[in-house]
């Protein structure tokens, strides 16, 4: 099985920024998708960024030209910039990937717990 770390996350004033991580561990053949999702109080959870092994990254539009996905490959983990923080980012920020495990070669989405991020003055 695939095991996601996050860090990162907390309280910060609006205008600052935050650098989330999330690290994954397991038997991993390949990643395929890394993405971070968020949930507001009282909203479904929503994407947020994606990025796909091609290195192409996608945006929801709330965080385009704020928010920047990268990915180490090296230690297989994502992260998440975060400038320019507004109270309505707040929410819980939760990291996924699609992957293919050994040794069975089955791919399939795996999630992490999630991690609190405050915007507030």
């Known amino acids: 099985q695939v095991q996601l770390v996050e860090s990162g996350g907390g309280l910060v004033r609006p205008g600052g920024s935050l650098r989330l991580s999330c690290t994954a561990s397991?038997?991993?053949?390949?990643?395929?998708?890394m993405d971070w999702y968020h949930q507001a109080p009282g909203k479904q959870r929503e994407l947020v960024a994606t990025l796909i092994s091609s290195g192409d990254s996608n945006y929801a539009d709330s965080v385009k030209g704020r928010f920047t996905i990268s990915r180490d490959n090296a230690k297989n983990t994502v992260y998440l910039q975060m400038n320019s923080l507004k109270p309505e980012d707040t929410a819980v920020y939760t990291c996924s990937l699609v992957g293919t495990v050994k040794p069975t070669m089955i791919s399939r989405r795996y999630w992490g717990q999630g991690t609190q991020v405050t915007v507030s003055s």
């Open positions: 397991g038997s991993i053949f390949s990643i395929n998708v």
